[in-house]
């Protein structure tokens, strides 16, 4: 048996749930995925519409950490087109698509400092016409072709 068998929810230190909801639902376009209250605090959690795994939890009892958080990864298949949409809702950037190893990365933080990368990965990066054009190429870079050699098998 593997003790651990996913990662569920990542938790982002917030002042205030009500405005990060606000926030994250009207930015990002994100949807309230758990809300439970207790006496004691509110579990409440937010995603992409299309995510199913794992949640943010917008959590307001660790005031020390607002604005602290580690950078969050969001992936994405056009990075340009979604920097310039959340540009766009007034999402601030601190930095705008580049190019990087790993891919188009642009990173932008939340009302409260918290930062997230938007990457769209370097396999896309390679092949996605959208980041051809973002990226000033003229044209988009085909696949490459396979070549059978006399004795081997094909992986």
Do not use: H
């Not at 205030?16 to 606000?22: M, S, V």
């Not at 509110?42 to 519409?49: G, K, Q």
């Amino acid at each position: 048996m593997q003790a651990i068998d996913r990662v569920s929810t990542v938790t982002i230190a917030v002042t205030d749930q009500e405005d990060a909801l606000a926030w994250f639902t009207s930015m990002l376009g994100f949807e309230k995925k758990m809300d439970v209250r207790s006496t004691q605090f509110r579990w409440l959690t937010v995603a992409p519409p299309q995510q199913v795994d794992v949640e943010f939890l917008l959590a307001s009892w660790f005031p020390q950490l607002v604005g602290k958080n580690a950078t969050w990864v969001l992936s994405t298949r056009d990075c340009q087109g979604g920097y310039e949409e959340l540009k766009a809702k007034g999402v601030e950037f601190i930095e705008p698509p580049a190019v990087q190893p790993w891919g188009i990365q642009a990173v932008f933080s939340d009302l409260y400092g918290n930062k997230y990368a938007l990457v769209q990965e370097s396999a896309q990066a390679v092949t996605d016409e959208a980041t051809s054009s973002a990226l000033g190429l003229s044209e988009v870079v085909p696949e490459p072709d396979i070549v059978e050699v006399p004795g081997v098998l094909p992986a």
